[in-house]
């Protein structure tokens, strides 16, 4: 079993950053890649980016990959999601989800999730 636990959500202003973290723990090991989604009000939920643990290669819904940047430390078993330059309708419930199998945009790929963070972004 794998578990995923996120931090870092908040409030923050138009313009600002604001850096997630995703910690796995359990069967770790057996992550082949961590993916970023985020669910507004009234959406569905959206492929933010990606990475592979193994290698480090990374992907991202193309509107946001000048803005937001995906790491990991492959030390504390955690990836991070640096947002830069927030805008009000970033707003949403981020989620850190993990595939044993592939790098992929679609959440029905990802069997284990995180509970999820909040990130307001105000005017």
């Known amino acids: 079993q794998v578990q995923l636990v996120e931090s870092g959500g908040g409030l923050v202003q138009a313009g600002g950053s604001l850096r997630l973290s995703c910690a796995a723990s359990g069967r770790a090991n057996s992550i082949y890649a961590t993916g970023w989604f985020r669910q507004a009000p009234g959406k569905g939920r959206e492929f933010v980016g990606g990475?592979?643990?193994?290698?480090?290669?990374?992907a991202y819904a193309d509107s946001l990959k000048d803005r937001f940047t995906i790491s990991r430390d492959n030390t504390k078993n955690t990836v991070y999601l640096q947002m830069g330059s927030l805008k009000p309708e970033d707003t949403a419930v981020y989620y850190c989800?993990?595939?044993?199998?592939?790098?992929?945009?679609?959440?029905?790929?990802?069997?284990?999730w995180g509970q999820g963070t909040q990130v307001t972004v105000s005017s």
């Open positions: 990475i592979r643990w193994n290698i480090g290669r990374t």
């Open positions: 989800a993990a595939s044993l199998a592939v790098l992929s945009r679609s959440s029905t790929d990802y069997h284990y």
